[in-house]
DNA sequence: AACCTAATTAGCAAGTCGTGCGAATAAGAA
DNA sequence: TTCTTATTCGCACGACTTGCTAATTAGGTT
């Protein structure tokens, strides 16, 4: 995603207005690399903006990912995340906690999908699955009590 | 997953009984390669038992991953997607019909992710973003015109 | 500085997907 | 056949996201 100050610039040549909830998302996004959902992000937004509503969040954030600033990760867990991480990169996903860390992969390249050359493939993912260490620790201290996790970060895990 | 024979067995064997429900489910899902989704085969369900409701193919379904019979696929779309394939696969998704294509991939053990000692991984997901060579075709003859989609077919695509 | 108008916001209704709950039903043991 | 308890089904409800629209506002115009 582009800075504020570019995305401001980049607005208002598509005859789309400059709102103070706009820019303020903008500085929230910026940089972001907590993958957060929806809802994460109106939290923070509130806290500096009083009465902004989950509705504009989401309007800009689908607006933002039209724009192709940034996009959206679907890994299972309810709420979809956002990232404003253009970089070819992929993720980890820890299990226990769901946060959702970037992690760049050697070797993408030398995949080989076999099976399927009736496709024509443009895009390749790559999500790890595991615990991180915070969580292993945590896993140390009470092994058989389940950490509490607020819904927001819970992670619906496959398998 | 195993069979539906072998499944019965293991359903006794566990203290739980037999419905034709669920016999019904395990024959719908056993070597099913359409990852479909709670509602696709709630309808199969349903033509051949009429009644049958969705609340209990849910119940099944997370019965069944519980047990490990099953996966679920969860890449964004609305709807999670039922994998009783547990061998070591990955996946293909057209972009335009949403269709999820099972596919053996080469190359994984290779992958190295970089930045994230602290994490201990257990397992890696590859998905494959393009198009299918029917969607290629129907894209040739109306390039402008999208396809009409059933939203349960649809694949709301990241980036 | 006041004005105009299209874009935007906020809020609530509604849609989709999935789960909690409880009464009625049925599997399977006795 | 009887009994116990797992299961089914239907509906309410919860989480997440979008549709709709009246009121507001950005930002160009006079
Ligand atoms: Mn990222
Ligand atoms: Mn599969
Ligand atoms: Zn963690
Ligand atoms: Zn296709």
Redesign the interface.
């Known amino acids: 995603m582009q800075t504020p100050t570019e995305l401001a610039a980049a607005y208002r040549s598509q005859g789309r207005k400059l709102t103070p909830q706009r820019q303020l998302l903008f500085q929230l996004m910026h940089g972001n690399d907590k993958h957060p959902t929806a809802e994460a992000l109106f939290a923070e937004a509130s806290a500096q903006m009083p009465g902004i509503s989950l509705r504009t969040v989401y309007q800009t954030l689908n607006e933002l990912a039209e724009m ?1 600033e940034l ?7 309810g709420a ?1 995340r956002f990232d404003p991480n253009l970089d070819d990169h ?1 993720h ?1 996903v ?2 226990d906690c769901g946060q959702i ?8 390249a ?7 050359e ?16 915070t969580c ?1 620790k945590s896993r140390a201290k009470s092994p058989k009590t389940a950490q509490a996790k607020s819904p927001a970060q819970q992670a ?1 895990v ?2």
């Open positions: 192709g996009q959206f990760i679907d890994i299972g867990g979809t992929h980890v820890c299990v860390r970037d992690v760049h992969v050697n070797g993408t030398a995949l080989k999908p076999v099976g399927i009736d496709f024509t493939i443009n895009e390749v993912g790559v999500v790890f699955q595991g615990v991180c260490s292993e619906k496959s398998k």
